[in-house]
């Protein structure tokens, strides 16, 4: 059951993941200015909202493994443990992540359009600090799930009939 073990692994691949994409975070606190107009916000926030979920979805679906994961010597799998995710199932592996962030996007183009947009506005309002509430929730629910069933499957895992495991 050793090939199951893979929480500290894929923290860790979390992290590396995270530093893969810091460049979009520097580049995020120079064009989500209200000084930059509403058109390269809104397109900027398009792009910013999406290339997460983007990457971990196409990169599941090609290589079963992020560049965290590789590094961290984890990979996806189906259920059946003979092949990586379908497109399928990456994007339902991330759905949680992805529904919360199109409400954010939504959010943020709405307060634009409105005239109501300041830096940050989207996530320090009423809606915005619900919507991180509920990414805080969604975590304690993967991590629960994975602390909880031999296979450590989180519940990302279980509703796309994924599984991760340790590269031999």
Not at 113 to 119: C, K, W
Request: proline fraction near 3%; charge should be positive.
């Amino acid at each position: 059951m050793t090939k199951y073990q893979t929480f500290w692994p894929r923290f860790c691949a979390g992290f590396v993941d995270t530093l893969v994409l810091i460049p979009i975070g520097f580049i995020d606190g120079y064009l989500k200015s209200p000084e930059r107009g509403s058109l390269i916000l809104i397109a900027w926030a398009v792009v910013s909202y999406t290339t997460y979920w983007l990457y971990s979805v196409l990169l599941h679906a090609r290589y079963g493994q992020t560049l965290g994961k590789m590094a961290a010597r984890v990979k996806v799998l189906d259920v059946s443990e003979q092949c990586v995710p379908t497109l399928r199932q990456a994007f339902i592996r991330d759905i949680g992540y992805i529904a919360l962030n199109t409400f954010l996007l939504f959010y943020l183009i709405y307060l634009v359009v409105a005239g109501q947009y300041v830096v940050d506005a989207e996530v320090t309002t009423l809606p915005g600090l619900v919507l991180t509430w509920a990414s805080l929730g969604w975590f304690l629910l993967e991590v629960i799930s994975m602390a909880t069933n031999d296979k450590r499957r989180a519940f990302h895992d279980y509703i796309a009939k994924t599984v991760v495991v340790r590269n031999a």
